[in-house]
Nanobody, 115 residues
Framework: QVQLVESGGGLVQAGGSLRLSCAAS????????MSWYRQAPGKQRELVAF???????NYADSVQGRFTISRDNAKKTVYLQMNSLKPEDTAVYYC?????????WGQGTQVTVSA
């Protein structure tokens, strides 16, 4: 089981930016596709973005052009840079190994965007 620890959440005004980090315990982190998900109150958890082991990226339509996922294999960390934040981005953000199916999840970090 890979241990994942997210950080970087907080309260920000609409139009602001935050950078989330997810540090992994896995020695072979570089081999994993890594994902960011989010879950807003009363809604299902949704995929925000993922990055493959060879640095290909994919984004949900709702964040395309505003969010950037990246990774630093030497630090075993994946990042989510979030710009031009909107109130509808308010959610708990989770990182995950892989995209779908089984994988390890972090504990989540709260992002709150005020209007």
């Amino acid at each position: 089981q890979v241990q994942l620890v997210e950080s970087g959440g907080g309260l920000v005004q609409a139009g602001g930016s935050l950078r989330l980090s997810c540090a992994a315990s896995e020695t072979f982190f570089n081999l994993y596709t890594m994902s960011w998900y989010r879950q807003a109150p009363g809604k299902q958890r949704e995929l925000v973005a993922f990055i493959t082991s060879d640095y290909n990226t994919n984004y949900a339509d709702s964040v395309q052009g505003r969010f950037t996922i990246s990774r630093d294999n030497a630090k075993k960390t994946v990042y989510l840079q979030m710009n031009s934040l909107k109130p509808e981005d308010t959610a708990v953000y989770y990182c995950k190994t892989g995209v779908t199916g089984r994988g390890s999840w972090g504990q989540g970090t709260q992002v709150t965007v005020s209007a």
